[in-house]
């Protein structure tokens, strides 16, 4: 079996992984498409800690083939897209309806990957960069059937975080001004969940100037490629600033471009070391400074709430995807994803 393997110094596309049946609670799903995240990225550069040997790849959809003891929401055949969160769905975070804050889903990676009889990680729960992948029946979210598995897979990351992070955390109304720092596959989703929500003005702000036609399609009113020119657009501030690049200083400046009650909502993900700052005495007008994991998100309700908004075309999937490639050409993308040339790449099988 195909897959991508990084073992701490190189990453590898290998064909002789295999994996596990499904045991009690679990599914097995056959790959059909996984996007490439820059979290994936993180992992190679470091900038997110991870045991290795690891099966990468955490944003998927595919088939199911088997399902473990005690499954019933989904049966061999179904489409699934693939959630990252193996939440336990009993603990107290669970039952508030806070998934992303279970703590069995979190640092507790699975090993139901071997290759030459060694046990590999399993990244984020998932590992959706192999053709087969076995994970907990509740991260498997059934799927209309007509959804193109290249378009389904972003659901499972990009989507949940992006527009996640507008509706749950952030939750921005009807006349809101939101700002957005990075217009990448997370960015573009934040932009479209704004304009889902009903914001009045959205500024996009890409350090890329070609990205502004992207930009402006999934719902920017405004593009400037650095923050300088927001205030000429937002004199006051905006109500919402969305970091989805990962820089403490574009961390800083969106603090600093809020309104009087505005919030930052912290997407992108730097160092583990990173420490940032801001000016305390701004914080007094009743400001925010946000982080949120994984768009604060249920998944079994919001990747069914996402499919229909796909379905009537106020959510933009397909044109998320710059580019396909077949697993065989993982470095070509991952030399795309690392140049800013691609909004979301996506790996087939």
Excluded: W
Excluded at 68 to 80: E, I, K, L, Q, W
Excluded at 83 to 103: F, I, V
Excluded at 255 to 276: K, S
Excluded at 304 to 328: F, I
């Amino acid at each position: 079996m195909r897959g991508v393997v990084f073992d701490g110094e190189q990453v590898r596309v290998v064909d002789d992984l295999a994996v596990r049946d499904p045991g009690p609670g679990e599914v097995l799903v056959a790959i059909s498409a996984a996007g490439l995240c820059h979290s994936d990225l993180s992992v190679i550069d470091g900038t997110i800690p991870f045991p290795v040997p690891v099966v990468l790849g955490h944003e998927g959809a595919g088939v199911v083939e088997a399902v473990g003891a005690g499954v019933t929401h989904v049966a061999p055949g179904d489409h699934v897209a693939l959630s990252t969160l193996a939440n336990c769905g009993a603990c107290a975070q669970c039952d508030r309806g806070r998934p992303t804050m279970c703590r069995h889903a979190i640092g507790r990676p699975g090993r139901p990957f071997t290759r030459g009889g060694r046990p590999l990680h399993q990244f984020a729960s998932n590992s959706a960069f192999a053709e087969r992948t076995v994970v907990k029946a509740v991260q498997a979210v059934r799927i209309p059937d007509d959804i193109p598995m290249t378009s389904a897979a972003l659901m499972g990351c990009g989507v949940l975080t992006g527009v996640g992070a507008v509706l749950n955390r952030a939750r921005v109304d009807r006349g809101d001004t939101v700002l957005v720092i990075g217009t990448g596959g997370i960015g573009l989703n934040v932009i479209q969940g704004a304009r889902i929500a009903g914001a009045l003005r959205i500024v996009a702000v890409d350090a890329n100037p070609a990205k502004e036609a992207a930009a402006r399609q999934f719902g920017a009113t405004d593009f400037l490629t650095s923050t300088e020119g927001v205030r000429e657009i937002l004199p006051t501030g905006a109500d919402h600033a969305f970091e989805c690049v990962g820089r403490t200083e574009l961390i800083r400046q969106a603090v600093d471009l809020l309104d009087r009650h505005g919030q930052a909502i912290l997407l992108g993900v730097p160092p583990a070391t990173a420490e940032a700052s801001f000016l305390v005495s701004s914080m007094y007008l009743d400001k925010s400074i946000l982080g949120c994991r994984y768009g604060s998100s249920r998944p079994q309700r919001d990747i069914a709430l996402y499919a229909g908004l796909y379905r009537e075309g106020r959510l933009l999937l397909d044109e998320l995807v710059t580019q396909t490639y077949p697993v065989e050409d993982f470095e070509k993308a991952r030399a795309d994803a690392e140049a800013g040339r691609v909004a979301r790449g996506v790996l087939t099988f």
